[in-house]
């Protein structure tokens, strides 16, 4: 599978941004991640290919919504209330099915990358 993620860009605080993840084939688990200056890659939300179950990092429950398209082949980020420290460069990942047959917001579990795009979110 290979992935594109797109729709990053620089946003004032409180700001919104709808980030993509184009996946070449449907019916994996896709994670979104991100990785501020100087600061580890983390987790952020993730979404199985089987019920739709969702998970969202502590940080960003409640202002951020991750979703597929119905085609399943991509998935969608959408962010609202962004704030300073969320500026970072975002990247989605997909794991293994059978390997991951829910999902899960630890880069571990992931084992194709997209290229990342990046969110700036400053005033």
């Known amino acids: 599978v290979q992935l594109q993620a797109s729709g990053g860009g620089l946003v004032q605080p409180g700001g919104s941004l709808r980030l993509s993840c184009a996946a070449s084939?449907?019916?994996?688990?896709i994670g979104w991640f991100r990785q501020p200056p100087g600061k580890e890659r983390e987790g952020v939300s993730c979404?199985?290919?089987?019920?739709?179950?969702?998970h969202y990092s502590d940080s960003v429950t409640g202002r951020f919504t991750i979703s597929k398209h119905k085609s399943r082949s991509t998935v969608y980020l959408e962010m609202t209330g962004l704030q300073p420290e969320d500026t970072a460069v975002y990247y989605c990942?997909?794991?293994?099915?059978?390997?991951?047959?829910?999902?899960?917001?630890?880069?571990?579990?992931?084992?194709?990358w997209g290229q990342g795009t990046q969110v700036t979110v400053s005033s």
């Open positions: 990942a997909a794991a293994i099915p059978s390997l991951l047959p829910g999902c899960s917001i630890s880069p571990h579990d992931y084992d194709t």
């Open positions: 084939l449907a019916y994996y688990p």
């Open positions: 979404i199985s290919f089987t019920d739709g179950t969702t």
